[in-house]
């Protein structure tokens, strides 16, 4: 299965994969989480990549093309995988479709997570994460970590990601609407897309997600 996720950013694209590698053992591919590595790493492709990071701006598509590419060439993604911030452009839309074709798998369904601009300020300024191990917390959302500031995994440190800031989100939401909402229509008419509502309580919604993926699923074959 060959899923993408599409969804502003603080949508809860990570939260949703979680139910799609449970359900399909297939592995979350996550351009954001891969390039964030990069960066704290020092790596040529994360000294590249840091300061649109920063600003909240799209790593030039080229940039982020590669290393899709490379990523789908392991092993792990034999079976399937779930695309998380991977297409953001039209560009890069367009690329992932020829590689796709290439190696005959292609997208079996786009699930677009549907939340309201409100929601999406609420989970991007609540969104916390270990430092250490990487376990995701919301401070506004019901999710904090039991004690403040401490993973309740692990024990490290809990922080802030730096374009979690108010000034980048603002930032980030514009670049959403105006590089990225255009895929809504693009996968529409490709007859892939799936709308998913994902306001509400976070069990009740995590149920309903999955729901719609076996049904996505059920009805791409
Ligand atoms: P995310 O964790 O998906 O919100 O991504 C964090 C940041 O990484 C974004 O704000 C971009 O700067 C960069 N990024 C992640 N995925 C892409 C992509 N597909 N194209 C361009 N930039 C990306």
Same mark, same amino acid.
Not at 112 to 132: A, D, M, P, Q, W
Not at 162 to 176: C, F, K
């Given at each position: 299965?060959?899923?993408?996720?599409?969804? #502003?950013?603080?949508?809860?694209?990570? %939260?949703?994969?979680?139910?799609?590698?449970?359900?399909?053992?297939?592995?979350?591919?996550? %351009?954001? *989480?891969?390039?964030?590595?990069?960066?704290?790493?020092?790596?040529?492709?994360?000294?590249?990549?840091?300061?649109?990071?920063?600003?909240?701006?799209?790593?030039?598509?080229?940039?982020?093309?590669?290393?899709?590419? #490379?990523?789908?060439?392991?092993? *792990? %993604?034999?079976?399937?995988?779930?695309?998380?911030?991977?297409?953001?452009?039209?560009?890069?839309?367009?690329?992932?479709?020829?590689?796709?074709? #290439?190696?005959?798998?292609?997208?079996?369904?786009?699930?677009?997570?549907?939340?309201?601009?409100?929601?999406?300020?609420?989970?991007?300024?609540?969104?916390?994460?270990?430092?250490?191990?990487?376990?995701?917390?919301?401070?506004? %959302?019901?999710?904090?970590?039991?004690?403040?500031?401490?993973?309740?995994?692990?024990?490290?440190?809990?922080?802030?990601?730096? *374009?979690?800031?108010?000034?980048?989100? /603002?930032?980030?939401?514009?670049?959403?609407?105006? /590089?990225?909402?255009?895929?809504?229509?693009?996968? /529409?008419?490709?007859?892939?897309?799936?709308?998913?509502?994902? #306001?509400?309580?976070?069990?009740?919604?995590?149920?309903?997600? /999955?729901?719609?993926?076996?049904?996505?699923?059920?009805?791409?074959?």
């Amino acid at each position: 299965m060959q899923f993408i996720l599409l969804g #502003e950013p603080g949508a809860g694209k990570g %939260t949703y994969a979680s139910v799609l590698i449970r359900k399909f053992q297939i592995p979350q591919i996550s %351009t954001g *989480d891969i390039l964030r590595s990069a960066v704290k790493a020092g790596t040529p492709l994360g000294l590249q990549a840091q300061d649109y990071m920063k600003k909240g701006l799209l790593v030039p598509d080229q940039v982020v093309i590669g290393l899709v590419k #490379e990523r789908l060439k392991q092993a *792990d %993604t034999a079976k399937g995988f779930i695309l998380d911030g991977f297409p953001r452009t039209i560009p890069q839309a367009k690329e992932l479709e020829n590689l796709l074709q #290439e190696v005959g798998r292609p997208i079996n369904a786009v699930l677009k997570i549907e939340v309201c601009r409100k929601t999406l300020i609420e989970r991007l300024t609540g969104r916390r994460s270990c430092k250490s191990c990487g376990a995701g917390y919301n401070v506004n %959302t019901g999710l904090p970590p039991k004690k403040a500031g401490v993973c309740d995994k692990c024990g490290g440190e809990i922080i802030q990601r730096a *374009d979690d800031q108010p000034a980048t989100i /603002e930032n980030r939401l514009n670049v959403y609407q105006k /590089e990225t909402a255009p895929l809504v229509e693009y996968y /529409e008419k490709e007859g892939l897309l799936k709308r998913i509502p994902c #306001e509400g309580p976070l069990d009740e919604v995590l149920k309903r997600f /999955e729901k719609a993926s076996l049904a996505a699923v059920a009805s791409s074959k």
